[in-house]
Every structure is written in structure tokens, then in C-alpha cells.
């Protein structure tokens, strides 16, 4: 099955500074991944996902990529603020119809102002 | 729009007990999920309904665990019995399609603690 390996576990940057999460995968069939963002007891929601006829996608102040050779994707926060500060997953989904959503363990993020 | 609710929020038992856990998801949403997330890991699918029929419950622990949907809205997820190791955050969520490429609405979980 699919593997999501996340890094790093924890980030803690100063408000207004860039953050990058970074993910691998394994399966080179998987050809959709998204990211969500989970604050301290709520559900995960959905920030940005990308599909792999894409190279990279990007919304106000967060951008993800995509290397399909490499097999990896990040995630990109600029201008940081404290309300970024939350759990963030990424995630893969293999083929299409019932496939489901594999999660890596999940990076905390944590911006100090 | 009212989102996905999960009852209930939180619940302690003993190892061995049994608990049920309720959601109701976003209406007309086809494809309803059960997670199940341990602390400080990323969420893990128990199972998978397309609206009243399972389409994945491959990593359910189907000695223990059960869950239905029943008309294709309400799923109740049941632990009979439990073990210290099913302590963990159990996460409901819909999606609007079938094809997993859509948007995940979760609930706000129900947190589970065996002693």
C-alpha cells in the first residue's frame, strides 16, 4: 500500500518568516494529494491539494509543489502569522473510484510573534 | 450549511467495555469515512461507505470493531470490546463524490480513552 513520510515533525519559525513542510510517497500511482490544516481539538480542513498533472499550485500565501519523478511534494506558507500555528497533514490517494487517503504523521507548526 | 457532528465528544471506559460512536454527515453527501487518529500521528481509515455500502473497511479490526451506515446517512462506529490501544481521537468524514479526488468534510471527533 501507500507510505506518506512527513517532515519535519515540528516547526517553529517568527511570524512574517516562510515555512516548508515536505512530503514523500511511495506508490507512483497515486495522483492526488492534498493538505490539511487541524487546530487543537477540530477536524482536519482542507487547504490546498494538487493533482499530478500539475507542477505546482498556489493560493494567497500558500503554494504547494509536486515531483513526480521524486516522488515528493511541499508545502509552502509565506508571511507566517500566529493563526497559522495548527497541525498540518499531507496526504496521498492512489488511482481513482474507492481509493482512499493515506496521512503522514503530521508536521506542527508554530509561529511566534 | 451545517457541517459533519459526532457525538460524543469525548468518552472514558474500561479496557473490555463497549462504546458507540454516532455521526451524521453533511446532507446529500454520498461517501462517509471513519478515522481513526492516536495522538501525534496522521489520521488512519477504518472504513468507507458509499452511501450505505462498504467500500473499504480493509483496515478495520473487525474482531472488535463494527460500523454501519444505516439509509445511507447516520453510521454509528462500535468498539466491543475495547483495549487500552483504541484510545484515540475517532474522526467522521464526508465527501460530496465518490471518487476520493474531492474534498474531506470532517467532524470534530470523539475522543476515546480506555483505562
Known amino acids: 500500500g501507500e507510505n506518506v513520510e512527513q517532515h519535519p515533525s515540528t516547526l517553529s519559525v517568527q511570524e512574517g518568516d516562510s515555512a516548508v513542510i515536505k512530503c514523500t510517497y511511495s506508490?507512483?500511482?497515486?495522483?492526488?494529494f492534498p493538505w490539511y490544516k487541524q487546530e487543537l481539538g477540530k477536524g482536519p480542513q482542507l487547504i490546498i491539494d494538487?493533482?499530478?498533472?500539475?507542477g505546482e499550485k498556489k493560493d494567497q500565501r500558500i503554494a504547494v509543489t509536486l515531483n513526480k519523478t521524486a516522488k515528493h511534494f511541499s508545502l509552502h506558507i509565506t508571511e507566517t502569522q500566529p493563526e497559522d500555528s495548527a497541525v498540518y497533514f499531507c496526504?496521498?490517494?492512489?488511482?481513482?473510484?474507492?481509493?482512499?487517503?493515506?496521512f503522514g504523521k503530521g508536521t506542527m507548526l508554530l509561529v511566534s510573534p | 450549511e451545517a457541517g459533519v457532528a459526532q457525538s460524543p465528544r469525548y468518552k472514558i471506559i474500561e479496557k473490555r467495555q463497549s462504546v458507540a460512536f454516532w455521526c451524521n454527515p453533511i446532507?446529500?453527501?454520498?461517501?462517509l469515512y471513519w478515522y481513526q487518529q492516536i495522538l501525534g500521528q496522521g489520521p488512519k481509515l477504518l472504513i468507507q461507505?458509499?452511501?450505505?455500502?462498504?467500500?473499504?473497511d480493509s483496515q478495520l479490526p473487525k474482531d472488535r470493531f463494527s460500523a454501519e451506515r444505516l439509509k445511507g446517512v447516520d453510521s454509528t462506529l462500535k468498539i466491543q470490546p475495547a483495549k487500552l490501544e483504541d484510545s484515540a481521537v475517532y474522526l467522521c468524514?464526508?465527501?460530496?463524490?465518490?471518487?476520493?479526488?474531492?474534498?474531506?468534510?470532517f467532524g470534530e471527533g470523539s475522543r476515546l480513552t480506555v483505562l
Open positions: 468524514a464526508s465527501s460530496l463524490g465518490t471518487g476520493g479526488t474531492g474534498e474531506l468534510f
Open positions: 506508490d507512483s500511482a497515486s495522483n492526488y
Open positions: 494538487i493533482r499530478s498533472n500539475v
Open positions: 496526504a496521498a490517494l492512489r488511482g481513482s473510484g474507492y481509493s482512499t487517503l493515506t
Open positions: 446532507s446529500g453527501h454520498a461517501t
Open positions: 461507505f458509499q452511501n450505505n455500502g462498504v467500500v473499504d
